[in-house]
């Protein structure tokens, strides 16, 4: 029963100058002066999470995550799926074009990013860019072809941009 931040809280009705006397948002009778450098809520040293940017309440902590992470597991299925299909229809599609995949392929990257994000009702994810990028390399490597490749490097770079959320 050694809890350093109990023994320092003066019991209130004492009445001894207890306005300068913060608690923790959700232990009222622990003393702190400690605030989530989000919402600014007073926490203890149980409450608070040290993140790189200073203590944040796990309230904050929380609702931070779901805002980078909105996917659900098989949005990760989808976006593989798309991009590899995508990528051998418009290789297919464009077989024999040659130099002209220079200017089809950023416009063919940003019809997949925005394909590849309507169908998963644009939720984010932190590693979804890695998962379409990858399977459209796998796309490249099954339909073998040199200015397929170079289609694929080009727009591929402008999937990655796009579902990583920098927007064109
Ligand atoms: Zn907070
Ligand atoms: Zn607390």
Not at 88 to 110: C, D, E, Q, S, T
Not at 142 to 161: E, K, M, P, Q, T
Request: hydrophobic share 45%; glycine share 6%; aromatic share 12%.
């Amino acid at each position: 029963m050694t809890d350093p931040i109990s023994n320092n809280v003066i019991n209130p009705s004492v009445g001894e100058s207890d306005t300068s006397l913060q608690y923790c948002v959700k232990h009222s009778r622990r003393a702190t002066n400690l605030r989530c450098n989000r919402c600014n809520d007073l926490i203890c040293s149980e409450c608070a999470n040290k993140t790189p940017v200073g203590y944040r309440c796990h309230l904050c902590i929380m609702s931070q995550q779901s805002i980078f992470e909105t996917v659900f597991w098989y949005d990760y299925f989808i976006v593989g799926l798309l991009s590899f299909v995508l990528t051998i229809f418009a290789m297919w599609i464009m077989k024999g074009v040659g130099w002209l995949m220079l200017f089809v392929a950023p416009v063919f990257g940003r019809i997949m990013s925005d394909i590849i994000s309507r169908s998963i009702k644009r939720r984010r994810g932190k590693n979804l860019s890695f998962v379409a990028v990858g399977f459209m390399g796998l796309a490249s490597i099954v339909v073998w072809d040199l200015w397929g490749l170079i289609f694929v490097i080009i727009s591929a770079n402008i999937v990655y941009r796009n579902l990583k959320g920098i927007n064109i």
